[in-house]
């Protein structure tokens, strides 16, 4: 076991899906390497303390990034993006000199970032090694709005710049545009805790139901739970999302994000992921080998790559955004089930291994 290491972490708050990843290597790290954490996210608490398996944490809640300003969870302001990402990237406003302050007194050995440029740059000014970790980082998605307005230009190559500046660069697959000097991992997701049956038990279900997952990606929404999920008795419903409380109607579980259940259980209990498809749930659904029927943002960068992977490494069928928020996607359920291999269940290999080997032998 190494010696105790100081950690600054920055994570974008662009959905949960960087943050899932995140702490599945921060786990693998803390596995062999003990380390004090200090978070710097928008992130909820209860989000790290159901994730982090290390208690040495602390959390600053600081805006790390703009990514995209989202409307809701299938669609984003431009306008009002470009405006935040002008002021953001001067790296000279009261949240970044927070950031700057709190990084210099920790005296860190090490910075990562899942894509965060303002942690890239606090590292850069206070010259400690950094870890850029992405799959993406956001000069590639904005890349295609310069054809909408030129100014563009100025905030793409000023995150280029600040991207380059990272010590190492670890890609996790599916990563949409791969660089040369990077180090590459299969997909990243968290470890399962418990089997199946036990997360059936432990929600009250017939240990020989069919559950279906319903999920927003962390970007919560009210969906309309129509008489069409309770026509079909033979499948248990989880729908993830802003609830207070466990609470079932029929053959309909609501169940709140922050939860005791832990998620990835869920996807690995379940017969059947569907909702929108971003990075955590397609590395989780691919961790299992969960069929997914799934919906893409169509003005979002990343989900022909992501479309792309679960095409060729999942049982996968694709639904409308529409389609899923009217819940008009059921009578397929049992197409894409019966495409699946029954017991065939593969566990894959999961890239947050390799990931926390690279970053240990780097931090040593």
């Not at 300003?69 to 993006?81: A, E, G």
């Not at 017991?343 to 947050?352: T, Y």
Request: proline share 4%.
């Amino acid at each position: 076991m190494g010696k105790k290491s100081s950690i600054g972490v920055f994570i974008t708050s662009h959905g949960f899906g960087h943050a899932t990843r995140t702490c599945a290597v921060l786990n693998e790290i803390y596995r062999e390497q003990p380390s004090d954490l200090v978070i710097f996210s928008t992130i909820p608490h209860w989000f790290f303390s159901q994730n982090l398996n290390c208690a040495n944490f602390e959390l600053v809640s600081i805006k790390t990034d703009i990514g995209l300003v989202q409307k809701n969870p299938f669609s984003h302001d431009l306008d009002q993006t470009f405006l935040e990402l002008q002021d953001f990237l001067s790296f000279n406003d009261s949240n970044f000199n927070k950031a700057l302050e709190l990084s210099k007194d920790k005296k860190f050995e090490l910075i990562l970032c899942d894509i965060s440029p303002l942690g890239l740059e606090v590292a850069s000014r206070l010259g400690i090694p950094s870890v850029l970790l992405e799959n993406f980082t956001w000069d590639w998605i904005y890349a295609e709005y310069l054809k909408i307005h030129s100014g563009w230009a100025d905030i793409i190559a000023r995150i280029r710049e600040v991207s380059e500046k990272a010590s190492l660069h670890i890609q996790a697959k599916p990563f949409c545009s791969g660089k040369k000097d990077s180090l590459k991992v299969p997909p990243i997701s968290r470890s399962l805790v418990k089997d199946p049956l036990s997360i059936k038990k432990s929600l009250e279900c017939d240990p020989n139901s069919r559950i279906i997952l319903l999920t927003t990606g962390g970007i919560t929404t009210q969906l309309d739970l129509t008489h069409k999920l309770k026509s079909h008795p033979e499948y248990t419903f989880i729908v993830s999302g802003d609830f207070k409380e466990i609470s079932r109607d029929q053959n309909v579980l609501s169940l709140p994000m922050n939860s005791h259940v832990h998620y990835p259980d869920i996807v690995n209990a379940s017969s059947l992921v569907v909702g929108k498809v971003g990075y955590g749930t397609l590395s989780e659904c691919y961790a299992t080998s969960t069929p997914l029927l799934g919906c893409y943002r169509d003005n979002f960068k990343e989900s022909d790559v992501l479309r792309n992977f679960a095409i060729n490494n999942l049982t996968h069928s694709e639904i409308s955004i529409d389609d899923f928020q009217s819940m008009k996607w059921t009578n397929k359920i049992l197409k894409v089930l019966q495409e699946a291999k029954i017991g065939n269940r593969k566990i894959h290999s999961n890239g947050a291994n390799l990931a926390a080997t690279y970053i240990r032998s780097f931090i040593n």
